[in-house]
């Protein structure tokens, strides 16, 4: 590494350190803001306070990784050119591809450290997060009620839906509950208002119900149902109001508590799912056209796809293989139990084969209807997690996009300051994850490729990039500001005359 590379980079290091405390205090305290009130509510110790909002900072250094990348290069290349260092490294026979290569090595680092960041660690501190949000919602869950929404009072027994809720004195109107604690019996209760508080124990909840009425049915004979309708009735449910209690491990997660190689598997089932749906429906409707003229039906290939991990994923299956040992690595390799399922519906015969024979009727073409709507709905859920992984390769790209987009900039405007760097990095963030964020919502509805709505901003900003390197290459100098923009504009408007009318 030469002089020049060390001394930009040592540059760079506390900029980027204080821009990235900087922007992480500022979404926590956000954060804090928002939840602090109804965790202290519930009564729960401070130490499993801290832990939700440590829990948070990973989500936000995800977030704030790149916008410190923009900030300090904006910042640091603003003041070179400034104070006249470019100029004179200029004058000195260093091209600007000779300043921004250390810049952009650095960012190729920090994209890789992005992305580790996003794929080990971030899944792993959110699905912790869910699990203790879970365990936080069940200690006192009247406190954290919403609005219009069935909330869950008891977990998997006891439901509750309200269209307003006062928080002072937890009056509620047109309340709705449904009631699954008893084995034989379902409950559904509708009244016009009702109060909710707890007993002297501060254990069991007291929900009194005005003008209302009850629907109970038996479980296992439909046939018996009864309505009642009542002026004043009260509901206890025993024991919701407990100290903090932590559950044991939950297994299932959401593609944002997901790595990337466990969300390829999922697309990898998912589209094998779909793509046998689609086939059968396909042989369906063939082989009903041919039992309509007489002939007899033919084979459907349901044939599964073939799937191989990524570079990626092998990479690190071999690392854990070698590092985890060997009586592990035997009870992990088995079945697929999901996707064997997947696969094995609907059909008959060795798996991942259908075979019909002369003189076997064949389904009704009705069914196809519903086949169709099963592989649609397999491709959204690939489409889904599809998102969510180029998401992570995306966004730990940005770091390095941003080096490209801020060193134009910056060295275009050199005299513009702080307000230079303020500006220029909301702006950017704000379209950039507004594109994000469009971008997963058109992919989501399978209008858009996964992989073009995820990258479009990265290429969007990074070709923008390219232009502004390719002026500034061109001038060779130094801009002096907005100032000279604008006398540059004002120069190519056209003059008046003093002779005139």
């Not at 796809?305 to 009870?331: F, G, N």
């Not at 019909?356 to 069914?367: D, H, K, L």
Request: a positive charge; one cysteine or more; glycine letters at 6%.
């Amino acid at each position: 590494m030469t002089i020049l590379s060390k001394y930009l980079l040592k540059q760079h290091l506390v900029p980027f350190v204080f821009a990235m405390s900087a922007c992480t205090s500022i979404m926590i305290l956000n954060q804090i803001a928002k939840r602090l009130p109804d965790l202290v509510g519930k009564g729960l110790p401070w130490s499993v306070i801290v832990e939700v909002f440590a829990l948070s900072v990973p989500f936000v250094v995800a977030m704030t990784m790149p916008m410190a990348v923009l900030v300090a290069v904006l910042y640091v290349v603003s003041r070179l050119a400034a104070e006249n260092e470019l100029t004179a490294l200029h004058a000195g026979g260093v091209s600007i591809g000779q300043l921004m290569r250390p810049l952009l090595v650095a960012g190729v680092f920090m994209t890789v450290v992005a992305f580790l960041f996003s794929d080990q660690v971030l899944p792993r501190s959110n699905h912790r997060l869910k699990t203790l949000l879970t365990d936080i919602a069940r200690t006192k869950p009247t406190f954290s009620l919403e609005e219009q929404v069935i909330n869950e009072v008891q977990r998997d027994r006891f439901f509750l839906r309200a269209s307003r809720i006062n928080r002072a004195t937890y009056q509620l109107r047109d309340v709705t509950i449904y009631d699954l604690t008893n084995q034989t019996r379902k409950r559904t209760i509708y009244a016009d208002s009702g109060t909710m508080g707890f007993g002297a124990d501060q254990r069991d909840l007291y929900l009194t119900l005005f003008d209302g009425t009850m629907h109970e049915s038996n479980r296992q004979d439909p046939r018996q149902f009864q309505v009642m309708d009542f002026r004043r009735q009260i509901i206890r449910v025993k024991g919701i109001g407990g100290n903090f209690s932590r559950s044991e491990a939950d297994r299932f997660k959401g593609d944002r508590e997901m790595s990337v190689c466990e969300m390829d598997s999922v697309i990898v089932v998912a589209r094998r799912e779909g793509s046998f749906a689609e086939r059968r429906a396909a042989g369906i409707e063939l082989n009903g056209l041919r039992g309509l003229v007489g002939l007899a039906p033919i084979p459907i290939d349901s044939s599964e796809l073939e799937s191989r991990p990524t570079v990626y994923c092998r990479a690190l299956e071999d690392i854990a293989a070698w590092l985890a040992p060997k009586a592990a690595e035997a009870q992990e390799q088995g079945p697929d139990s999901t996707t064997e399922a997947s696969v094995e519906d609907e059909h008959t015969g060795e798996p991942g084969r259908i075979v019909y024979t002369s003189g076997v009727r064949p389904p009704n073409i009705r069914s196809a209807h519903s086949l169709r709507d099963r592989a649609r709905s397999a491709r959204i859920r690939a489409a889904n997690y599809l998102v969510e992984v180029h998401k992570k390769y995306a966004m730990a790209a940005a770091s390095f996009i941003f080096v490209i987009v801020a060193v134009p900039v910056a060295v275009r405007f050199p005299r513009a300051g702080v307000g230079l760097v303020i500006g220029v990095s909301l702006g950017v963030f704000t379209v950039y994850y507004i594109g994000l964020i469009a971008g997963e919502s058109f992919a989501n509805q399978l209008v858009v490729p996964a992989p073009l709505a995820m990258w479009t901003p990265n290429i969007v900003f990074g070709l923008l990039g390219l232009a502004g390197l390719h002026h500034i290459r061109r001038r060779a100098t130094t801009a002096r500001g907005v100032g000279t923009l604008l006398a540059a504009m004002r120069a190519k408007l056209p003059t008046r005359r003093r002779d005139d009318p």
